[in-house]
Nanobody
Framework: VQVVESGGGLVQPGGSLRLSCAAS????????MAWYRQAPGKQRELVSR???????NYADPVKGRFTISRDNAKNTMYLQMNSLKFEGTAVYYC??????????????WGRGTQVTVAA
């Protein structure tokens, strides 16, 4: 099983980016998926989470600006980030709770995608 993020890059303050997270491999089911981020010198923090049924949660700093979604048929999750701020600069990681056939779900992490917000 592999989890791969994409869509990061350099953006000006106030700009937008859309991150994607694609899971592949021998997947039976994907439960909750989530985006985390880690800024330089800081701990990794939860940005947003989405259940298999589509229920969402957001960290307070991103509420109203970020939107998480998923396409279960494609085993893919997205993060639409609008009105980006300097403090949004971080490596963004995908986390997915994935169950292989006849196995309990376990968390898988991607390697991250860099988002840099700079003028």
């Amino acid at each position: 099983v592999q989890v791969v993020e994409s869509g990061g890059g350099l953006v000006q303050p106030g700009g937008s980016l859309r991150l994607s997270c694609a899971a592949s491999g021998r997947i039976y089911r994907i439960d909750a998926m989530a985006w985390y981020r880690q800024a330089p010198g800081k701990q990794r923090e939860l940005v947003s989470r989405i259940s298999s049924g589509g229920r969402t949660n957001y960290a307070d700093p991103v509420k109203g600006r970020f939107t998480i979604s998923r396409d279960n048929a494609k085993n893919t999750m997205y993060l639409q980030m609008n009105s980006l701020k300097f403090e949004g600069t971080a490596v963004y990681y995908c986390n997915a709770e994935i169950a292989k056939p006849l196995k309990r779900p376990v968390p898988y992490w991607g390697r991250g995608t860099q988002v840099t917000v700079a003028a």
